[in-house]
């Protein structure tokens, strides 16, 4: 409101300055207009300048409230071995690695919520808008989800070496929001207990 009354004032001043450099550039060769007409104009003057005042007032206003909505702050995933479990898939031996992420309560759902707009994982074409990547500590990608639907599923994720490679001895995860390309990195967690 004050904004607009400083914007009034300034209007009104500057129409005051309009009338007196219009007379000086005239000078006394044209007849004095009567008051009345003279009285019109300025109204006609104040009423556009108000009307281009406000319509500039609304849309700035308008604007903020559209990119003043700020993207939540999220933090980085805690991330944590939960154990390891030794299996045989496909005539080899493997070692799962499987971890939690101890704060996985503070992302909201929408964050794994199927985005079949987006690029499609594979042949899944209603991969979820988050997708998590194993890495090991020099930035290798060892595994990842592309299909986690509830930020829950963060509490099983996992991957997995032939039984005797020799596992990383710390390892990250990042969880990518491919609808916003934010990155979210884990602390180094370890791969033994």
């Known amino acids: 409101m004050k904004v607009l009354q400083t ?3 300034q209007i009104f ?4 300055h309009l009338k007196k450099d219009a007379k000086q550039l005239v000078g006394p060769l044209s007849p004095p207009k009567p008051k009345e ?11 556009l300048l108000s009307t281009m005042l406000l319509i500039t007032a609304a849309s700035n ?6 990119t003043a909505t700020p993207l939540p702050v999220l ?16 005539g080899k031996n493997w070692i799962r ?3 939690d992420v101890l704060n996985k309560s503070d992302y909201p759902a929408d964050l794994f919520a199927a985005a079949p707009a987006l690029p499609p994982c594979g042949l899944n074409t209603k991969s979820s808008r988050t997708w998590v990547d194993f890495f090991d500590s020099r930035g290798k990608r060892l595994y990842g989800f592309c299909a986690l639907g509830k930020p829950a599923d963060l509490g099983g994720i996992w991957f997995a070496l032939e039984d005797g490679v020799i596992p990383p ?3 990250y995860i990042e969880l990518n929001d491919r609808q ?6 884990s602390n180094l967690a370890d791969t033994t207990l």
């Open 97 to 99: 690695y499987s971890y």
């Open 37 to 47: 007409k003279t009285m019109r104009v300025t109204r006609r003057i104040l009423m």
């Open 61 to 66: 206003s308008a604007l903020r409230s559209v």
């Open 13 to 16: 001043y500057s129409v005051n």
């Open 169 to 171: 001895s710390y390892i």
């Open 7 to 9: 914007a009034l004032t």
């Open 180 to 185: 916003t390309n934010t990155k979210y990195k």
């Open 75 to 90: 933090p980085n995933p805690v991330l944590y071995l939960t154990g390891t479990e030794f299996y045989t898939a496909n």
